[in-house]
């Protein structure tokens, strides 16, 4: 399954904001932004799940990503935003900072996660880009939704 057609060695990333940290994810894995919106508090939900949101007559899970990955909370602001994913066949909200830019980043300036970067768990990474100057926190999103983590790990 090829990601990109016209260049094996670029991918496209969504990139956001977590505190000062640029973050990025594929540009295939999202569906849409949204600007922040009620969210429903579910009983007994991990911390890290914020509720659930109706999507066009969809209730989707939200996960307050600084939460699930272990940074400082924050209160939500102007720029605050829900990234819609999809992993696998699953549809989540991610609560997010702000989002700053669609870019473009070569194979070649991605490195493998060391064992922490900037606080966040290399099981939650899938690597560092090197992008205008900066470093871009890339995610794994199936560890972050938990797809095939259900075994055997009680959250």
Same mark, same amino acid.
């Given at each position: 399954?090829?990601?990109?057609?016209?260049?094996?060695?670029?991918?496209?990333?969504?990139?956001?904001?977590?505190?000062?940290?640029?973050?990025?994810?594929?540009?295939?894995?999202?569906?849409?932004?949204?600007?922040?919106?009620?969210?429903?508090?579910?009983?007994?939900?991990?911390?890290?799940?914020?509720?659930? %949101?109706?999507?066009?007559?969809?209730?989707?899970?939200?996960?307050?990503?600084?939460?699930?990955?272990?940074?400082?909370?924050?209160?939500?602001?102007?720029?605050?935003?829900? %990234?819609?994913?999809?992993?696998?066949?699953?549809?989540?909200?991610?609560?997010?900072?702000?989002?700053?830019?669609?870019?473009?980043?070569?194979?070649?300036?991605?490195?493998?996660?060391?064992?922490?970067?900037?606080?966040?768990?290399?099981?939650?990474?899938?690597?560092?880009?090197?992008?205008?100057?900066?470093?871009? %926190?890339?995610?794994?999103?199936?560890?972050?939704?938990?797809?095939?983590?259900?075994?055997?790990?009680?959250?």
């Amino acid at each position: 399954m090829a990601e990109n057609t016209y260049d094996e060695n670029v991918i496209q990333l969504v990139v956001f904001k977590l505190g000062r940290e640029d973050y990025g994810i594929s540009i295939l894995q999202v569906q849409e932004i949204k600007r922040i919106m009620d969210i429903t508090r579910v009983p007994n939900s991990p911390d890290y799940i914020k509720g659930v %949101i109706n999507l066009r007559g969809s209730v989707l899970p939200v996960i307050d990503l600084k939460n699930r990955l272990a940074l400082p909370p924050s209160d939500d602001t102007d720029d605050t935003r829900i %990234i819609i994913v999809k992993v696998e066949e699953i549809v989540v909200g991610l609560i997010v900072d702000g989002v700053s830019e669609v870019t473009s980043i070569s194979g070649d300036n991605i490195e493998p996660p060391n064992t922490v970067v900037s606080g966040v768990s290399a099981q939650y990474l899938s690597g560092v880009g090197k992008h205008n100057d900066s470093l871009l %926190i890339l995610l794994n999103l199936a560890a972050i939704v938990g797809v095939g983590a259900e075994s055997g790990k009680a959250g």
